[in-house]
T-cell receptor, first 111, second 114 residues
Framework: DAKTTQPNSMESNEEEPVHLPCNHSTISGTDYIHWYRQLPSQGPEYVIHGLTSNVNNRMASLAIAEDRKSSTLILHRATLRDAAVYYCILIARNSGYALNFGKGTSLLVTP | DGGITQSPKYLFRKEGQNVTLSCEQNLNHDAMYWYRQDPGQGLRLIYYSQIVNDFQKGDIAEGYSVSREKKESFPLTVTSAQKNPTAFYLC?????????????FGQGTRLTVV
């Protein structure tokens, strides 16, 4: 299964942009890149996903490298409510399209 | 409201007893998943089902069993064979298992075995 690598933790100031990196050098051509986030004692929440092109939605933007071996989740203005663990996940056909979570990046947002 | 419901939120059982966790969705989703989360760790896949009456083992299926008799329901049984059953259990569903759609998660069941 394709794996992802993320920093264990990152810190940001409130109202500043945050760039959360993810490396996935063994990604295959049909793997989707998904991002989820999880607050303590809650289920994960979908953030964004993409395949090849950059994507924007009301929560965030996803920038995908041209070779697809890395991606970056961009939160344009971090708020205290964005403090969570962010997971970068590859969705692959050969694993039944199930989400395989790593340890994610714990984002701390300070006032 | 549409969504995915797990019950109960907290569950206590004595060691050696089987226990079944409920997961129901009214989103008309084809695929459903069960995950386990231990403190400070990411989620690990237990079982998943892409259609009714069919399911596959995930990474840590030993000591667990599931059924998928109805599209909206995917119960998980934690058997006495599971050596460390105390954990946070999460259920998820997605519309079609293609990778291009988002998954929705329940709020989880925290199981404690004493």
């Amino acid at each position: 299964d394709a794996k992802t690598t993320q920093p264990n933790s990152m810190e940001s100031n409130e109202e500043e942009p945050v760039h959360l990196p993810c490396n996935h050098s063994t990604i295959s051509g049909t793997d989707y890149i998904h991002w989820y986030r999880q607050l303590p004692s809650q289920g994960p929440e979908y953030v964004i996903h993409g395949l090849t092109s950059n994507v924007n939605n009301r929560m965030a933007s996803l920038a995908i490298a041209e070779d697809r071996k890395s991606s970056t989740l961009i939160l344009h203005r971090a708020t205290l409510r964005d403090a969570a663990v962010y997971y970068c996940i590859l969705i692959a056909r050969n694993s039944g399209y199930a989400l395989n979570f790593g340890k994610g990046t714990s984002l701390l947002v300070t006032p | 409201d549409g969504g995915i419901t797990q019950s109960p939120k907290y569950l206590f059982r004595k060691e050696g007893q089987n226990v079944t966790l409920s997961c129901e969705q009214n989103l008309n989703h084809d695929a459903m998943y069960w995950y386990r989360q231990d403190p400070g760790q990411g989620l690990r896949l237990i079982y998943y089902s892409q259609i009714v009456n069919d399911f596959q083992k995930g990474d840590i299926a030993e000591g667990y069993s599931v059924s998928r008799e109805k599209k909206e329901s995917f119960p998980l049984t934690v058997t006495s064979a599971q050596k460390n059953p105390t954990a946070f259990y999460l259920c998820a569903s997605s519309n079609r298992p293609t990778g291009g759609t988002e998954a929705f998660f329940g709020q989880g069941t925290r199981l404690t075995v004493v």
